[in-house]
């Protein structure tokens, strides 16, 4: 299972994440993190299981948890298939076919967003 940990500014210089993970014995397989002066965001994958302990283990600690059961949406009557969204997704979701057509492998997903930040068009979107 996939989550978003997200540490606002308040908190984001302590080790609330290697605390939690001290705490419960969770391991977590950290995809994509983004940390500023102003908050952090992680991307992680955990499993089943596991939410509700390391859940609980954040969330104490002042951070919010998302569980990211969706893959990106695409909507294919807007998109314009300029490929924006190939050069910046770390997974490779997005590629092209022999004929040139968008191809989207939900599978590979991680849902870190930053497709949707580089299209165009707004035919990309997560629901989270």
Sequence with gaps: MKIRIIIDQDIVTRPI????????GIPLNIAQAHFDSTAGEIIADIKDTEYRIIKNALVSRGAEVLKLDTPINWDEEECVECGACISVCPTKVFSMDMEWNLKVDNTKCIQCGTCI???PHDALSLDV
Aim: with cysteine.
């Design 17 to 24: 994440l290697a605390e939690a993970i001290l705490e419960t």
């Design 117 to 119: 930040e580089m299209c």
